[in-house]
């Protein structure tokens, strides 16, 4: 991904993914910098919410940098994966409603992270989401499966996992993998007007329930806490 920025306006947190279309894609200092503008957004008690978004006009998340990773020796690739794990579980227990704002196209662990959020607003044509670890040979991780079983509809993640189909957005919305679809011109604006929404929500208690909802990922959260103590 190479560039990270996060900055407010008003109640809304916006985590702009920067990147260009050769570089959309993540490897250690990009979960480094995501966990660190994490920590940023999760500091706080008041009611806010979180857009995920990004810069270039075609491209959201491309998943794992694979060039980059296949240069890395076995035990820099464990500790990678593990890391990813880690930032993907966390996302997705995030103190508070989370957005990602789908202007362009997210694959394989890029899709999995747009479903660690709680909503996914979609570009309606042109961008495509895809479940393609399939076609790179890399199995998903326990991690990866429960965020995914706790947000989407357990047939559509089933197909697609199991297809690698790309979905665009009028199909994604039909199978219930995004919550909204609008023009590419007007999707930041939307997903802002929601975010505004559910930031006016009580944060302690939206973050309670979240939690509730998604006990397998919490569980999977805590037993990673308490190894690393």
């Excluded at 979960?31 to 990004?54: F, K, P, S």
Aim: hydrophobic share 45%.
């Amino acid at each position: 991904m190479k560039q990270i920025s996060l900055s407010r306006q008003g109640p809304v947190w916006i985590l702009r993914l920067n990147t260009s279309e050769s570089a959309a894609s993540l490897d250690d200092d990009d979960l480094a910098a995501l966990d660190l503008a994490l920590d940023t957004v999760e500091a706080g008690n008041d009611n806010a919410a979180l857009i995920v978004h990004g810069d270039h006009p075609h491209t959201w998340c491309n998943g794992i940098d694979l060039p980059w990773l296949m240069t890395q020796d076995e035990e820099s690739h464990r500790r990678f994966i593990t890391t990813l794990d880690g930032l993907l579980l966390r996302l997705s227990l995030c103190n508070l409603p989370t957005i990602a704002c789908l202007h362009g196209d997210c694959y394989a662990a890029g899709a999995v992270l747009a479903f660690a959020c709680d909503f996914r607003l979609m570009r309606e044509d042109r961008a495509r989401l895809c479940l393609s670890q399939l076609k790179l040979k890399m199995p998903y991780t326990p991690a990866m499966l429960a965020v995914l079983r706790q947000t989407a509809p357990a047939r559509a993640v089933w197909e697609m996992a199991l297809t690698a189909h790309a979905c665009l957005g009028g199909e994604a919305l039909r199978q219930q993998l995004v919550d909204r679809i609008h023009p590419a011109d007007r999707l930041f604006h939307h997903s802002l007007e929601f975010a505004e929404q559910l930031a006016q929500r009580h944060r302690a208690t939206y973050t309670e329930i979240k939690h509730g909802l998604r006990a397998e990922t919490r569980a999977l959260w805590q037993q990673r806490q308490v190894a690393g103590s």
